[in-house]
């Protein structure tokens, strides 16, 4: 059986095939969306337009009623007035007076001064919301005008809600949406989280066999000062320890880290002091610090290991020509880290996908070293970084905010608590 290798391109597909996915399910979704309200508000103005041409026919036949005398008015009254059981309608004077209404919702059991306000609140929304309709009152026996009378309404209940029924329908598909992609979210997360703690366990376990044979060959080389130079002997014990250092930080993924009380600047200059003797000597690395005093509570290992990511790409960018500048300051609880290059910098519209696993601008690589600088920052040590700021050819500042020890009301300093760290 052959096993399936995927190389950095298809990677980068995967990538960037799911951004066009959510582009295209999201335009799907508006137009799905866009087509039901449109229609519905289709279906809303064609019954407004019914409901209207009925209360023009209700005040023809209310006007026909008060004006004739005539055997068919039972009858005008019986087919027109009696049917309507769904359109709010009010009669008033010609001064405003109420007269007589419909579908009010007016129960016996009111008293008169409730009956009075509910007809005066729907009076007033009706007139807000159509023109009256007028009713001339005539005389049957000379044809003189002898008064008028108005009629108000408003949309039926059924109206109401067919008019508002695609915004609430929408907004339950949102949120059930919103609920299903959450979940699916979470176990996708959950899933990666177990992968990438899989993967990192798996390389911390490879790498143990190499060790321990280097450090063999180490102690042969040391067994024989006169013939090895000692110089070479110490470097490769220095690579040795690192090679320990970073089987202790895959070893230590997916496990609850032991945050301790570290000096960040010392920190980060001992990590910077072994970069500089293993790149390009056109980079030029400095470190600036307020203060030589600012205790962080960190894993050292996973923090270095950070810095160490930041460097490394940051020489990535400049080809190895340019400078790194690391300021390093204290704001109340906060220490503060920026980490800025001469490299070519990232285009605005790709700051958002730097820590995203698999997207990296180099030909080699994984796209790795970011995604998990934010992990074990943002995860581990729960605080944030981010791309302060980038200009193309120009270069790139990243920024990282930890936080100091805090003190409790008593004066005492305390700690983060270890089930406070743990993964989401």
Known sequence: MKKRVYSKEKVDNIYQKKNTVKIVVLIFATLIAGGSVYYTNS?????????RSFINLYAETLEMVANSEGDDIPFLFQQVIVPNNSIPVI??????????GRNLGLKDSYSEEKRARIIEEQLEEMRALYDHIEIVLTNPTTGMVDGYQFVYYKNSFLLTQLQYYPYVQLSVIAVFALLTYTV????RRAEQNRVWIGMAKETAHQ?????????AWLEFFRSDPDRYDPAIIKELDKDIQRLEMITSRFSSIGSVPTLKKENITSTIKGTIHYLEKRIS???KMQVQSTSDDIDVLMNRP????????????????MSG?????IEIRQEKNKAIIDIADTGKGIQKSKVNQVFTPGYTTKKRGWGLGLSLAQRIIENYHRGKIFVKESEVDVGTTFRIILHTEKRSVNGEK???RPELMKEH
Do not use: H
Not at 184 to 187: D, E, G, H
């Open 43 to 51: 279906l809303v103005e064609e019954l407004k337009e019914r409901e």
């Open 91 to 100: 009669l008033t004077d010609s001064y405003g007076n109420y007269i007589e």
């Open 184 to 187: 699916f979210s979470y176990s």
């Open 207 to 215: 790498l143990g066999t190499p060790l321990s044979s280097l450090m």
């Open 281 to 283: 000597t056109k980079v």
């Open 302 to 317: 996973l923090f270095e290991w950070v810095i160490e990511n930041i460097c490394k790409n940051a020489v990535d960018a």
């Open 321 to 325: 020509v340019g400078s790194i500048n």
């Open 414 to 416: 305390t700690q983060n």
